[in-house]
């Protein structure tokens, strides 16, 4: 069974930063899309960041771009995303996920992904 599990959320000022990890087991990360997605209260779900590492395409939503960078450590089976220059908009509910197929796009949707996470607070105070 594959389990994702989130850790790096909290609380920080606005312009700080916090990297969050995504640690997995049941396979490795290293040729699925892996994804991220935020919630904030009142409004639907929605992606955030996400990467491809079959074919290392990389996908960011407009207002995190320069800002939020995805990465990964195949010996840890883990992948990070570091968030810089934090805005109070960003302020949500944060899931990873992944998908089944090691294909070479990068999805956008929720029911495009199969496994997700438990999700992490990350607040960011103005």
């Known amino acids: 069974q594959v389990q994702l599990v989130e850790s790096g959320g909290g609380l920080v000022q606005t312009g700080g930063s916090l990297r969050l990890s995504c640690s997995a087991s049941g396979r490795t990360l290293n040729k699925y899309t892996m994804g991220w997605f935020r919630q904030a209260p009142g409004k639907e779900r929605e992606f955030v960041a996400g990467v491809n590492w079959n074919s290392g395409k990389k996908d960011y939503l407009d207002s995190v771009k320069g800002r939020f960078a995805m990465s990964r450590d195949n010996r840890k089976n883990t992948d990070y995303l570091t968030m810089n220059d934090l805005k109070p908009e960003d302020t949500a509910l944060y899931y990873c996920?992944?998908?089944?197929?090691?294909?070479?796009?990068?999805?956008?949707?929720?029911?495009?992904?199969?496994?997700w996470g438990q999700g992490i607070q990350v607040t960011v105070s103005s």
């Open positions: 996920a992944t998908n089944s197929v090691p294909n070479t796009i990068v999805p956008t949707t929720t029911w495009e992904y199969e496994y």
